[in-house]
């Protein structure tokens, strides 16, 4: 919204910061922390009230996580209405790129939501059907390929890029509407697994923003993305604003989500945020680096998919629990040794992540 004050910089020149994608990413990401630290404690207490016993706590899950009960979820709305407030007030509204990552982030804002409704109402660790949510998923993420192919309007925009290989693309053409819808649906449901510790989840999903602010900004600048090797994509530099209200609205959960936390994400958040990082990986063609830089998120993912399968072949399991967070749990670990360990790794990542634009 702000951006069209660099029309007027001819009647007044510091009015020209608002034509960079940067000055707009660091304004976003201000307003967006701002926004949650003023609105954080009044959405804590607005949830405490209406839940009232807050998110159920698995009576399989680890001991420890009795002490939670009564803590609020649903603080996935605290995050989404930050970014929400920081996209629109700096990012430029006539990019259709922004427009398909908020709606993406909103509709499965929504899927999230109503999860988490039905779990707080039902006092269960159980929401709504598995398939009827992935179907759900699924068609916003197909409707969402859809669009990133018509606002892009270029071969490129159903093509598959390698990383390490300086210019080698895959043109998946229609079956991109298969590939994408999948990346955005696993990313989400990745996030969503992660999210079991208190700021385990958030922080991860913050580096990875980082991470993707940096390559959209490169990616949609001719002369960077030519020097580095990799994919110009038109208009997704403003992408890297989307990422900076991300960060900043992080930042501001991340204060209230600290252990112990005063409010659960709860799917409302993690679902959205991470279907919002899939989005993005797709925009800018570094859906692979995704996996890098998400290697976490991935993990966490796996770690289920082979409990589930080792337990049905051979009725044993892999891990004690899964994911993977809660084996180290029942191993002894203390709940913020785990998640400073885990930061700790999904930051080396991010790291990863961004060497792949030089090792090519």
């Known amino acids: 919204m702000l951006s069209w004050l660099a029309d007027l910089s001819h009647h007044f020149s510091p009015l020209n910061l608002f034509r960079y994608i940067t000055f707009r990413a660091g304004g976003a990401t201000a307003t967006s922390l701002l926004f949650v630290f003023f609105f954080g404690p009044r959405i804590i207490s607005a949830l405490r009230l209406k839940q009232g016993k807050g998110q159920p706590i698995r009576a399989d899950g680890p001991q420890s996580h009795i ?17 929400i407030v920081g ?3 700096w990012a430029n509204l006539q990019n259709r790129y922004v427009w398909v990552v908020l709606l993406v982030t909103l509709g499965f804002g929504l899927i ?12 269960t660790h159980r929401g ?19 669009a990133l192919i018509r606002v892009s309007g270029t071969p490129i925009a159903t093509s598959l890029a390698v990383p390490f290989i300086n210019g080698f693309v895959v043109d998946l053409g229609l079956f991109f509407l298969v590939f994408g819808p999948f990346v955005i649906v696993s990313a989400g449901n990745a996030v969503n697994l992660t999210d079991g510790l208190d700021g385990l989840a958030i922080v991860p999903v913050m580096l990875a923003a980082g991470t993707f602010g940096i390559i959209a900004w490169l990616a949609g600048n001719a002369i960077f993305s030519v020097y580095l090797g990799i994919n110009f994509v038109p208009g997704t530099g403003e992408l890297s604003v989307v990422c900076g209200a991300l960060i900043g609205a992080g ?14 994400m709860g799917d409302t958040g993690s679902l959205a945020l991470g279907g919002l990082l899939g989005t993005i990986a797709l925009a800018i063609k ?5 996996a890098i830089v998400g290697g976490l998120f991935v993990l966490e993912a796996v770690s289920v998919i082979v409990q589930v399968i080792s337990f049905k072949l ?6 004690r629990m899964a994911p993977i967070h809660h084996h180290f749990e029942q ?24 060497a792949t634009l030089k090792v090519r």
């Open 67 to 83: 002490l939670k009960v009564g803590t609020p979820t649903m603080g996935g709305l605290m995050i989404l209405s930050g970014l």
């Open 87 to 89: 996209t629109l007030l």
């Open 112 to 123: 999230g939501f109503y999860d988490d409704f039905l779990k707080v109402t039902k006092q």
């Open 128 to 146: 709504f059907s598995g398939r009827a949510r992935l179907g759900l998923e699924a068609l916003i993420a197909l409707l969402a390929c859809w």
């Open 251 to 264: 930042l501001g959960f991340l204060w209230f989500n600290a252990p112990p936390a005063q409010i659960f």
């Open 286 to 290: 570094h859906e692979f680096v995704l």
């Open 314 to 319: 051979t009725g044993k399991r892999v891990f």
């Open 331 to 354: 191993l002894g670990w203390k709940e913020p040794q785990i998640v400073i360990r885990f930061w700790i790794i999904a930051l080396v990542l991010s790291i990863v992540g961004l």
